[in-house]
């Protein structure tokens, strides 16, 4: 009887976590950076489906509430953006709440660490609350490199799926755009509300124009967007200290959660630039079509002719989507550097041949650690003039960077600092960060920048 019941409680997760439709569903999406989601959304939009950026940050007593503090720090705070969500529309609709109208998205990844376990953990804590057990959680993988089968008709899928990518590659030219300009505005705060207008403007851009197959209108609206925002640049300002910026995706990119780290290093003197989010959906990508060919060499010596076309087509097809990635990312980032200046993202394959040149680590072990190790290492080579490694307290490919990256830094000569962050204020962070930009600066004097 036990075990009958046991499987009943897996089998109930299964039917309310995974890839479901979205059609005809409130469908709400996490704020991870104040750009990115709100394009999403947008895309979204344009394919007939109701997409909503969740408010974020203000909901982290009610995550807190309901976490032991053992948790991943992302979890807290998206578990905090769901309810929160919920609370309000509760006291907005009153009786009209209908739980069933609404459709969270939180997408997963594999292990070792623990970005699968999120969504079913929302899902066990939004089951015990009443009502909103009737909220589904839609996913997307890292494992099959976010693919979105399953969520959006099958004659809709290759556009929203290139809409999306463009959507993010935008985001992040937006993003470098802020870091660019922001040191050397004209007048303090101009950057900041240009941006977020300039996310309004592509937002609805994207909404208009991402289902009809033909971009060009989105890359003329940025192409505008670009030619104004070079005009907010004082160009009696010299140049400042280059910091690249590394780590885990959700919390070096989310503002709050970061407690703006790119701004307190800005008011010592630096110009930050964050890794992208195209580079996690590159490396998803890349690492696919990266294990087929290892397959298809373990197969091809062992004579196995059905598994080597299997694996020979996954390669072509991951292969084929990367090239597409690059190519797509390529053209938006040149259109953008004729008028602005921006740094260009890096390509996958370079940031593996680096940790393989002298057996630093390895694509194999996976997670944003190699990522976040290989770019570490490419930027000291560029003469980056300092690398700030942004995480969640306790996150274990995080904590793995550290311990790799900090000797690796300190053998090339480059600032290196750790800042774990878990909600908490500690007064000598920002002390820190001054010693370590204090540190850049003298780098820069004597290097320069790249
Ligand atoms: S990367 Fe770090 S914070 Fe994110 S799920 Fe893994 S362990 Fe948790």
Redesign the pocket.
Known sequence: MKKVAQLDSFRDMAERVGRFSVQGKSFLIPEMNPVNSHLLAGVFQSYGVPAEVMETYTGLDLGKKHTSGKE????VVTLGDILYYMEKEKERLGDRFKPERYMYFMPE?GGP???GM?NKYHRIILDSIPGLEKVKITSLSADDAYDIQGLIPGDSMQGFRKAGYLSVVVGDVLDRMLWRIRPYERSEGITDTFIMNARERLAESFAKHSSRGDFTPILLDLEGIVKEAKELIDPNIPRKALIGVVG????RTHVKSNQDTIRVLEKYGAEGVNASLAEWINYTTYDQARRARIDLGLHLRNFQLKEMKKDLLKYMKYSLILFYQYMQQRKVYRMVGKHLDIIEDHRIAPLERALKKNNTFSFEIG??ACLSISSALVLSHHGYNGIVNI??F?????NLTASIAKPLMRKHNVPYIDVSYDGSFQPGREAALRTFMYQASQHFKTHGRP
């Open positions: 991943c720090f992302p979890c990844a660490c623990r970005f999120y885990e995706i959700y919390v997670t944003e995480f969640p306790t996150c274990m490919p995080s």
